[in-house]
């Protein structure tokens, strides 16, 4: 008895264990979320374009159907030999300038569809902010044309801005919340810092800060990060918002330090 | 990145969620849907073939099957409690980590809320009088009555399901004139709960039960003919088995054409939920599902090629089972060929374009619907051939009859390969209206060749009984792999339905902004799948265990000498 009990249990351990690797081993992929976009007033055309084409390569999900060529539109190559979309953009609709355009196809599909697709575009307004859907029309005007996206395009561009300079700002991460998760969650930390497995690789890994820096030293860093450039990350001097000691409360900062100087 | 640092929008997370320990909520919460809901599917689906068996036996007078019916009845019995103990669990978890998505479900839908709770309690007492009724009221009217229990007892678990998929299917396709700022209080109930994918969701669940259910009763059955120690124990296993197996398949060979249902909804609904989901970061996902068919197409016929060897008579279609595999084995690569897949430059370059120059003509839904409609027919012929194994047909037109239904198969291939291949040369609006006409040639050859087969075996000249229980272990063993890829396939389908929800608890209406919003790569999903399912069957072991504490099983004693007929005759 004991025998058939071990070979079904073999028969079933066998078969998960197959599925399981062979939805391992295909290519992974991760629906990730849309970020809400932060732009200063004085936001460039440059850091459009890079957060829309973030956006266009991730979590906007354009790529499901314009690159392959056949539900949608190549956006990024040529499309009939018309050039990429910054190319053509301003040629589709009578009237309509490139930027007009875009913006249009991005929040009412349905008002011009290129001849030989089908009307499957989805009203982008609906998941993503107009922040993010004018970073997506700069990156797409940067395919083989002119930038014409500026600040003042950004309805809430400066209004962003002034909120996180002026002290209103003030507790207003985390909702004044103290635990340094939810700080670092809510501040965006993540977005560069690995903390834990959460979190990008773009800045130093924070797993191991308190053996690299004192408790001061991850103060000033939070304070004025270009202070004091961790070695290998010199390209990434200025990255870092210097504005996290007009937005953090004295127990919210000292809670974060104490939690990173901790992570040994 | 510069200053415009791209940031998470947790902005109105406070309250909203709570973590759970080591596993994290996500996990918490994706574990006890999932279990309760494999459970739901088993108690869901066996009430469904415990009827009909019981009718079986009670208008045939086959005592045999009234016995079957209630053993699957018994199985019945104690999953019950443990499908109500995981949506307990499900309830506390999504109550007490997700709050405020739990406040809003229960703030739209709580009254249909409290009438669940109620049929749920109908159906409990009703499954409790259905089985321990089952020997009190045994013969004449008071059969009857039971039986319409047994009835009873499939309305309460249809509607209590019914109601269910309403709150998940809100979540999924709500009505299209409800925004995040639409305030819950002017949400009304029924355009909230009959929403766009409800009834397709709701066919898709009834007959997925029906081939869970049929899976779990088949490894139960593989299991104590494995364990059986007599040769009359061994005989009444082998039978279950193959019921079990029978309803499994039979109702898989429909169940493709519900989910085409579901998924015409879904792209009606909203275009981009249908992309994400066929050719977006879920596009690698219908990979694996053509492999697990594939896997319970092969498995399933597999059984019945073996069953054939104590079938006197079986030996002349012997030849064409290497056939029958070669249909399969080729009609899975092409149902498994990927076609438009996300890729990154460098794979487009490596594939010379964005399709590969070969297996992208494979790849494309005309070679995907032939390949899995000749499948079905070659799985249909096995079915066939097995039930025409130990007889010789003596009606006067035996003859023309078999050529008719050869001839009925002949058409139905062409009519598949010609849409087919006409497929690849016309606009795509035409090409998914063909996919109609490939179904319904093969519906109708399934029809109208089994109405043939029952009419020519009338008084039909027996070969030889069949020898239940002569079977060898490894086709037993087949029946585990079925059970297992089906509530592998069912947990898989069941990520594939809820992930294209992406970042959203209610698709566009409500977001999902606690720290696991991200939608989990498939590699990730097939650990907590495995995971599951082995949960769910080691419960499932236990329970049949106590079941077996508690009861001898009621297989057919010596004394009958009558042979167990093949299902449907």
């Not at chain 1, 970020?35 to 007033?41: M, T």
């Not at chain 1, 314009?66 to 609709?93: F, M, S, V, Y």
């Not at chain 2, 902004?513 to 590699?523: E, I, N, R």
Request: net charge positive.
């Amino acid at each position: 008895m004991w025998a058939i009990n071990l070979r079904i249990f073999g028969v079933v351990l066998g078969t998960l264990a197959l599925y399981t690797l062979i939805a391992n081993k295909i290519p992974q992929m991760q629906s990730e979320v849309p970020r809400a976009l932060a732009l200063g007033a004085n936001v460039t055309p440059e850091q459009l374009v890079s957060a829309g084409d973030q956006l266009y390569h991730g979590a906007g999900g354009c790529t499901a159907c314009h690159g392959l060529g056949t539900r949608a539109p190549n956006l990024l190559t040529d499309e009939k030999g018309q050039g990429p979309i910054g190319a053509r953009c301003g040629k589709r609709e009578s009237g309509k300038d490139c930027k007009a355009y875009i913006y249009e196809s991005l929040t009412s599909p349905g008002t011009f569809v290129v001849t030989g697709y089908e009307p499957i575009m989805p009203d982008l307004s609906r998941t993503l902010s107009p922040q993010q859907l004018w970073a997506l029309v700069a990156f797409l005007e940067s395919q083989g044309g002119t930038v014409d996206v500026t600040a003042s395009d950004v309805p809430a561009a400066s209004a962003a801005s002034s909120g996180a300079a002026g002290a209103g700002g003030a507790a207003r991460i985390a909702n004044g919340s103290t635990d340094p998760m939810e700080i670092i969650r809510a501040a965006g930390c993540l977005g560069c810092h690995k903390v834990g497995t959460e979190g990008g690789a773009i800045g130093p890994d924070l797993n191991h800060v308190g053996s690299r820096l004192s408790s001061s030293l991850i103060r000033e860093s939070i304070l004025a990060p270009d202070a004091k450039i961790a070695r290998g990350y010199e390209k990434f001097k200025g990255i870092m918002p210097k504005t996290l000691g007009d937005q953090l409360s004295a127990a919210q900062l000292e809670s974060l330090v104490r939690f990173l100087a901790s992570h040994k | 990145m510069t200053e415009h640092l791209l940031l998470q929008a947790v902005a109105d997370t406070t309250g909203a969620y709570r973590d759970f320990p080591f596993i994290g909520s996500r996990a918490a919460v994706w574990i006890a849907a999932e279990l309760h809901l494999m459970f739901a599917a088993f108690v869901l689906g066996v009430p469904m073939f415990a009827v009909v068996a019981e009718a079986i036996g009670i208008f045939g007078k086959d005592q045999r099957y009234d016995r079957l019916s209630k053993e699957f009845t018994r199985l019945l019995l104690i999953a019950y409690s443990a499908t109500a103990i995981w949506g307990a669990v499900l309830v506390f978890l999504l109550s007490t980590l997700y709050p405020r998505f739990w406040a809003y479900l229960t703030a739209i839908f709580g009254t249909s809320m409290w009438v669940y709770v109620s049929i749920f309690f109908f159906e409990s007492f009703t499954l409790y009088l259905y089985y321990y009724g089952w020997d009190r009221w045994k013969y004449g009217r008071a059969k009857l009555v039971h039986w319409g229990l047994g009835i009873l007892l499939n309305v309460w678990g249809t509607t209590v399901m019914f109601i269910a998929d309403g709150w998940l299917t809100y979540m999924m396709t709500p009505p299209r004139d409800i925004t995040p700022s639409t305030s819950v209080a002017s949400i009304k109930f029924w355009e909230a709960f009959m929403n766009h994918t409800w009834m397709p969701i709701n066919i898709h669940r009834l007959i997925g039960n029906v081939v869970f259910g049929g899976a779990i009763v088949g490894a139960y059955a593989s299991y104590r003919f494995l364990a059986a120690k007599t040769d009359e124990e061994r005989a009444h296993y082998d039978w279950m088995g193959y019921v079990g197996n029978f309803i499994a398949i039979s109702a898989l060979i429909v169940l493709p054409f519900a989910g085409y249902w579901l998924g015409r909804e879904i792209y009606q609904y909203d275009q981009s939920m249908g992309i994400t989901m066929m050719g977006g970061f879920m596009s690698w996902l219908w990979v694996i599902q053509a492999f697990l068919i594939a896997v319970l197409f092969l498995a399933g016929n597999y059984y019945l090629w073996v069953g054939m060897g104590r079938i006197p008579g079986a030996e002349r279609f012997r030849p064409y089972t290497k056939w029958l595999l070669a249909v399969l084995v080729i009609g899975a690569i092409v149902w498994g060929t990927p076609h438009t897949m996300i890729a990154d430059s460098r794979e487009l370059a490596a594939m010379g374009g964005s399709h590969h120059p070969f297996l992208g003509v494979l790849g494309v839904m005309s070679a995907k619907n032939t390949a899995v409609n000749l499948m079905i027919l070659a799985t249909f012929l096995s079915f066939l051939m097995y039930r025409r194994a130990n007889i010789r047909p003596v009606v006067p037109w035996a003859q023309s009859g078999t050529r008719i239904q050869g001839a009925m198969f002949i058409v139905a291939a062409v009519v598949v390969l010609f849409y087919g291949i006409r497929g690849y040369f016309v606009e795509a609006i035409v090409r998914i209206g063909y996919s109609v006409y490939q179904v319904g040639a093969v519906l109708a050859c399934i029809v109208f060749v089994t109405i043939i087969d029952v009419l020519m075996a009338r008084g039909a000249q027996s070969l030889g009984a069949i020898q239940w229980g002569k079977m060898p272990a490894r086709s037993q063993y087949a029946l585990f792999i079925l059970a297992v890829t089906f509530t592998w396939l069912m947990g898989l389908m069941g990520f594939a339905r809820s992930g294209i929800r992406q970042h959203w608890h209610v698709w566009q209406v409500m977001p999902d902004t606690s720290q696991y919003a991200a939608t989990p790569a498939l590699g990730y999903a097939s650990i907590m799948i495995s995971t599951c399912v082995l949960i769910f069957l080691a419960l499932v072991g236990f329970i049949f265990w106590l079941g077996g504490l508690a009861e001898k099983s009621t297989f057919v004693p010596a004394a009958s000498t009558v042979e167990a007929p093949h299902v449907g005759h």
